[in-house]
């Protein structure tokens, strides 16, 4: 009975949304995707240049796949609320460059691998969808990658990496909460430990 | 079996102080549902320590001191002694032809397999079917119950900390050495030893990594370790990270805030 109701509140929801949810170009979406990996597999992993190089060409590669402004904000959740203007603009740098140094550096365990595209699947969020994919491993079963990628115009942006089922969103606005739930420093003292994580590294 | 025989009432304590808890659980899907926050700190630091000057420093000698394809024989040992537990509860959900795989794969790989070092049913065509206690009461749709950290086990759930309880019943190793009092204990220590030191090597890189980036280790981990459960179902089939609205509709983030602070 309570299913029931559930679906046919769900499927309303469905149909009153359902306009705002069409304008996803799922080939546009998985073609951006497919796009970004070969960019970093290409040009910077497999490329025959210096480790600085390859670094300033992920910096860029980053800023251009993902919408780390969007990003930023979800992964303050509440905090973000009631932070000022200037700690808003310092999470959101910190959390830039911790996220390009933590992944520049992950980078290179790609080497030799390839993204495999599996369709894509709908997403509860609008002008969002998710991009599946599965990377092959040197043992066991291909890890899973869905991309959660959002449409602007037509313009894509990836706003969440999902690693075998483990949103790196999510994580992360849980650590953040957390933090801030035990620390009285609130979210200056988030950013402190960030950047000291970041010069750590 | 001292230890197993002591773990066992230990487990099914926690699991019925935890489990009653479980109604009071919040059910936001913004935050993760930690009533026993300031326990699981308190257990988590311990066990970090345990970790840092026990557990962590014999897996990286382990890792120094074999080659990989010699782990990869170990692991797949260890994962062997699994196959009865895989057998019974494909049995459990129904899947008499998985159960007959997991058994088959079982008889095959210890003896041909060499002790299940070696992988030969997998060959033949019979996949593993891996499916735990845990699988089972998820598809029977038993819930989770809040998330418990348990001294030396780690990261756990009523749920997952019941499975852990009924897997003993199932361990080939205590049945194969338990009329014998004088190696039994032995072997079994052995066997728990060289579980937990291969499993700690398997995961050195993935935490190293995570703890690395992490301001508030506990919360990180919490929060992988859920998002991963609830993937497993338990009314709650559909992957959280997927179903998860990645909307910023401020009136829904209002909302879902006060309620939060109302509880």
Not at chain 1, 47 to 58: G, L, V
Request: some cysteine; hydrophobic content about 40%.
């Amino acid at each position: 009975m309570k299913k029931n109701i559930f679906a046919a509140v769900f499927a309303a929801i469905l149909l009153m949304t359902g306009n705002v949810r069409a304008n996803v170009d799922a080939a546009g979406a998985e073609a951006f995707v497919k796009n970004v990996t070969n960019d970093g597999i290409e040009n910077i992993i497999n490329a025959n240049i210096s480790q600085k190089e390859k670094d300033t060409r992920f910096e860029k590669l980053f800023n251009n796949a993902l919408d780390l402004d969007f990003i930023g904000k979800f992964v303050l959740g509440r905090a973000w609320r009631t932070a000022t203007p200037q700690q808003r603009k310092d999470f959101i740098a910190t959390y830039r460059e911790l996220n390009i140094k933590t992944w520049s550096k992950r980078f290179d365990e790609f080497k030799g691998k390839n993204f495999i595209f599996k369709g894509t699947t709908p997403s509860n969020s609008p002008n969002q969808i998710f991009v599946n994919t599965t990377v092959p491993m040197d043992q066991g079963e291909p890890a899973k990658v869905v991309w959660r990628v959002k449409q602007n115009g037509s313009q894509f942006k990836v706003v969440d990496i999902i690693i075998e089922n483990v949103s790196l969103a999510i994580t992360a606005r849980n650590e953040y909460a957390g933090f801030i739930k035990n620390n009285a420093g609130g979210v200056d003292a988030l950013i402190k430990d960030l950047q000291a994580k970041v010069k750590a590294m | 079996m001292i230890k197993k025989s002591i773990l066992l009432p230990a487990v099914s304590a926690l699991v019925l102080i935890t489990a009653s808890c479980a109604s009071t659980g919040n059910n936001n899907p913004h935050e993760d549902n930690d009533t026993l926050e300031s326990y699981n700190r308190a257990v988590f630091k311990f066990n970090y320590q345990v970790d840092k000057y026990v557990l962590k420093p014999i897996a990286e000698g382990y890792r120094d001191i074999t080659s990989e394809s010699v782990r990869e024989r170990v692991n797949s040992v260890l994962l062997n002694t699994k196959e009865p537990l895989f057998a019974i509860n494909n049995i459990l959900q129904g899947n008499f032809k998985a159960s007959g795989i997991s058994v088959g794969r079982f008889i095959i790989n210890t003896t041909l397999g060499l002790g299940g070092a070696f992988d030969v049913a997998k060959g033949w065509g019979f996949p593993r079917e891996t499916q735990t206690f845990d699988d089972t009461l998820a598809q029977w749709n038993v819930p989770d119950g809040p998330f418990v950290v348990l001294p030396f086990i780690g990261p756990s759930t009523p749920r997952a900390a019941t499975s852990l309880v009924l897997a003993m019943a199932t361990d080939p190793v205590y049945w194969a050495t338990r009329n014998d009092a004088n190696v039994r204990d032995k072997i079994n220590y052995t066997y728990t030893a060289v579980e937990a030191i291969a499993l700690r090597e398997r995961t050195l890189d993935l935490l190293n990594e995570l703890e690395r980036g992490s301001v508030d280790y506990y919360s990180t981990m919490r929060s992988a370790y859920l998002q991963n459960r609830k993937n497993k179902g338990g009314g709650n089939a559909e992957n959280d990270a997927q179903s998860y609205d990645f909307d910023f509709g401020v009136e829904d983030e209002d909302e879902a805030f006060n309620d939060m602070e109302d509880e």
